[in-house]
């Protein structure tokens, strides 16, 4: 079955970086679209960034220019490299593929910004 595992997450001052990891299983990930949401406490989850099977790449407004999302095609991992982090990116960030109409999340990893 499809399985989406996130790692990375963590507890990070303002202005630092983290990298997060979501290892996929039991679907074809090489010809997936993959995607980044996140859900900050009492908000509705929220997309981050896309990457395409090629490589093509978009990302949310609030995002631009600080997160870098990216795959690994042989390893079947997607990656949010996120840098100059700010308190209102503290989230729980997940990964999201769609297959056939169905949409499949993972388990999330807690981003925390914090002094």
């Known amino acids: 079955q499809v399985q989406l595992v996130e790692s990375g997450g963590g507890l990070v001052q303002p202005g630092g970086s983290l990298r997060l990891s979501c290892a996929a299983a039991?679907?074809?990930?090489?010809?997936?679209?993959m995607n980044w949401y996140r859900q900050a406490p009492g908000k509705e989850r929220e997309y981050v960034a896309r990457?395409?099977?090629?490589?093509?790449?978009s990302y949310a407004d609030p995002v631009k220019g600080r997160f870098a999302i990216s795959r690994d095609n042989v390893k079947n991992t997607l990656y949010l490299q996120m840098n100059s982090l700010k308190p209102e990116d503290t989230a729980v960030y997940y990964c999201?593929?769609?297959?056939?109409?169905?949409?499949?999340w993972g388990q999330g990893t807690q981003v925390t910004v914090s002094s």
């Open positions: 999201r593929v769609s297959l056939g109409g169905l949409v499949y």
């Open positions: 990457i395409t099977p090629g490589g093509l790449t």
């Open positions: 039991g679907f074809t990930f090489r010809t997936s679209i």
